[in-house]
């Protein structure tokens, strides 16, 4: 079993910058994507971002390209998503996941992802 802890939400005003975190532990798999998924109220899961088991290769969604950026430590097990540039549609539970391999084109769906965080709150304030 994998067990993905997330950290680092909180309430910021538009313009600032937050940085999650999510650890994982347990039976991983051998090399894994990593992930970042993000639920405002009323809203689907939609995907914000995703790193590769090296790092070398990365996707992000339109909505947060050139303001968010997603890096591992795999020393550590651990992902992280820097914000920047927040807006109010940023709004949302933010999850972690992780998932074996990479292939860009299921990159961004749920599904494809086998392990979830119990998220955490991401709240931009105008």
């Known amino acids: 079993q994998v067990q993905l802890v997330e950290s680092g939400g909180g309430l910021v005003q538009a313009g600032g910058s937050l940085r999650l975190s999510c650890a994982a532990s347990?039976?991983?798999?051998?090399?894994?994507?990593m992930g970042w998924f993000r639920q405002a109220p009323g809203k689907e899961r939609e995907f914000v971002a995703a790193i590769s088991w090296t790092g070398s290769s990365t996707y992000y969604a339109d909505s947060v390209k050139g303001r968010f950026t997603i890096s591992r430590d795999n020393a550590k097990n651990t992902v992280y998503l820097q914000m920047n540039s927040l807006k109010p549609e940023d709004t949302a539970v933010y999850y972690c996941?992780?998932?074996?391999?990479?292939?860009?084109?299921?990159?961004?769906?749920?599904?494809?992802?086998?392990?979830w965080g119990q998220g955490t709150q991401v709240t931009v304030s105008s």
């Open positions: 996941a992780i998932r074996p391999g990479w292939n860009t084109f299921t990159i961004t769906i749920t599904t494809a992802y086998s392990y």
């Open positions: 347990g039976r991983t798999f051998i090399t894994y994507t």
